[in-house]
């Protein structure tokens, strides 16, 4: 007999399907709506917002229900976003962490900001940082 493997049980046993996909289209609602992220989205996503919502239901179900749909490189993606600037990750937290506390309990809430805290850290990290060399004595 195999042991389960405890990392792939999902983050919070009241999550579902359903919650994932709600929030997702709540927040993506806002985010199209907004005057800082909504033309940015726009200019790359255009006016067929399906496939983008499927993809981000599919990543979010991965992370927090340990789904496995997602196959995507979301560092690979946030890179080729040559308008996307350090300021633009503190604007989508603040509409993410906003619609998961309106739109999910609050011990999930908190676990689904959690995730986006430390995914939004670490896109930032693979975008913007450039370490300075080191001068040679």
Known sequence: MIPEN?????VHPDISEDMVRQLVHAFYTKVRAD??????FAR???????????????FWSSVMLMSGRYKGNPMIAH??????RPEHFARWLQLFR????EEC????????IGRADNIA????LGMF?????????
Not at 51 to 56: F, G, Q
Not at 79 to 84: A, C, D, E, G, Y
Not at 129 to 137: C, F, H, I, L, S
Request: charged residues 25%; hydrophobic residues 40%.
């Open 79 to 84: 890179m080729r976003l040559k308008m996307v």
């Open 98 to 101: 906003a619609t998961a506390l």
């Open 44 to 58: 790359v996503i255009g006016e067929d917002w399906g496939p983008h919502l499927a993809k981000m239901c599919d």
């Open 129 to 137: 940082y450039r370490p300075v060399p080191e001068k040679v004595r």
């Open 35 to 40: 005057e800082t992220l909504g033309p940015i």
């Open 6 to 10: 405890p990392r792939r049980k999902p």
């Open 105 to 112: 309990p609050p011990p999930i809430a908190v676990q689904f």
């Open 121 to 124: 850290r670490s896109l930032q």
